[in-house]
């Protein structure tokens, strides 16, 4: 007759399973908040680059469209610091340049304009941008910045504005 043998039943977990347990779902769910924070900062900046460069393209078609050849009644925006801008356009369709909206980034993102400052962005009835003398120039590109990096809107030759979403931080 073969003795049989039996083992001890083992009930629960011993406190190193369960420590090690606890390490793996520590690292996998702080990796995941780091992605998931990290993501989310970059969401935020690109989609203050895109509004930033919607409110650029209104006040470059809206010169085109009223062919403004004065610069007083050329579109612009304007830069005052790293966060606060404003939007001059003819929103109400008078042919006439508006009261001009004043604009900021949000606080709460900790995002910022590249400088210097001040800085203008004037279109002329061609749709290319000038300077408070009607002389045509090259415009400057815009960087916003963030702890996760840096989100750029360029303009082409032809005038057309351009964002860049995700350019990695200059260390």
Known sequence: MRPHLTFPKKTGFSRLELLTLATMCIIVV?????????????????????????????????????NANDVTQMAQVKMFNRNLY????????????????????????????????????????????????????????ITLTND??????KFSESGGIVVVPTVKSRS
């Open 86 to 141: 404003s939007v001059a356009i003819d929103a109400d369709g008078d042919n006439q340049l508006d009261i001009p909206l004043i604009l900021s980034l949000p606080e709460n993102q900790s995002l910022q304009f590249n400088g210097p400052f001040p800085k203008t962005y004037i279109f002329n009835g061609l749709g290319q941008t000038v300077d408070e003398d009607e002389n045509r120039v090259a415009p400057q590109s």
């Open 148 to 153: 996760a990096g840096m989100s750029e809107i």
């Open 30 to 66: 702080g990796f995941f908040a780091v992605r998931f924070f990290k993501g989310s900062r970059n969401n935020q900046r690109t989609s203050s680059s895109l509004e930033l460069a919607n409110y650029l393209q209104r006040a470059r078609l809206d010169s085109i469209k009223r």
